[in-house]
């Protein structure tokens, strides 16, 4: 009987002092989790290209519900100039990341929407980084950053898979379809070749080459001519089918275009005005990327 007491008698104590560490710990840390998700994305100047962005915003709001999602763009040029004249206002990640702050958001993930891991994605990286060391009332509980497009092998597999589920069709029979990526001086340009490793290991009629970096038009050329196709395809292997892959790949009147160098090979080339971000599935492959950076 004593026995039983002494363990009710102590079983409240200890109940008590569990719910008063509870009552402590809220009062000191005060507020509730309030989450969300901060997309940033080069940006485009393009009105029809920001479709693409659009609609990973708005999958990315289905795929996390309860979470706050926002879009920012890191382009000055594009976010200060030319967007602004037009009346339309998008945040830079500082600012937007402030705003979220001062609104009383705790727990923010921010999702580059770069495919690799270049400049852009690294000077986010520090922006995160630096607002991560910050404590107390300027400081979020949680603050980290989902990598971009192409970071794991497993990434580069489903961004394959990707592709040939959308564009398989126009490598069935003779077609060739050749992909234009950014490219940088960054070490990251890289993943491009890593990317065309894939495709080959996979035996799929695809060649990448890039604007900006390796490998370029030229090696596309010596692909194209070491596979001999009967058409070709040629599609923006970025978000956004903007600037680049409206001139530098599709424009027909330009003569430095890659639609322009590849018919006057001979080959027969059609373009694809879609970037990645205008279709089904990189939505999903980004939010994968989110739920590992906020640890889900
Ligand atoms: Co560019």
New binding site residues.
């Given amino acids: 009987m004593w026995k039983k007491m002494w363990f009710i008698f102590a079983l409240c104590v200890f109940m008590g002092g569990l719910a008063m560490g509870c009552a402590e710990a809220a009062g000191r840390h005060g507020k509730e989790e309030r989450k969300a998700i901060l997309l940033v994305a080069?940006g485009t100047s393009e009105p029809e290209a920001r479709d693409a962005i659009t609609r990973i915003v708005e999958e990315t709001r289905k795929s996390f519900p309860g979470e706050e999602v926002r879009l920012s763009y890191t382009s000055n040029m594009i976010r200060l100039k030319i967007l602004k004249e037009e009346g339309l206002e998008i945040d830079s990640p500082l600012i937007a990341l402030a705003k979220l702050q001062d609104e009383g958001y705790t727990s923010v993930t921010v999702q580059s929407l770069h495919i690799i891991a270049g400049e852009e994605y690294h000077q986010l990286a520090s922006v995160v980084r630096s607002l991560g060391t910050l404590r107390g009332k300027y400081g979020f509980a949680r603050l980290s950053i989902g990598s971009p497009l192409l970071s794991s092998l497993e990434d580069y597999r489903k961004t394959a898979e990707l592709l040939k589920t959308r564009y398989g069709m126009y490598g069935s029979e003779d077609g060739a379809v050749v992909f234009m990526g950014?490219g940088t001086h960054h070490g990251a340009n890289a993943a491009y070749s890593q990317m065309q490793m894939l495709f080959d290991e996979e035996g799929l009629p695809f060649i990448l080459g890039t604007?900006?970096g390796f490998p370029g038009i030229d090696t596309v050329k010596r692909r194209l001519a070491a596979l001999k196709p009967g058409k070709v395809t040629l599609v923006p292997f970025m978000v956004v089918a903007g600037?680049?892959a409206r001139n530098d790949m599709a424009g027909g009147d330009d003569p430095d275009s890659w639609i322009s160098i590849l018919r006057g090979e001979g080959y027969e080339v059609e373009a694809v005005l879609k970037g990645l971000g205008d279709g089904e599935g990189l939505a999903e492959l980004f939010a994968g990327h989110i739920r590992e950076a906020s640890g889900k």
Avoid: K, Y
């Fill in positions: 080069f950014h604007v900006e600037d680049h």
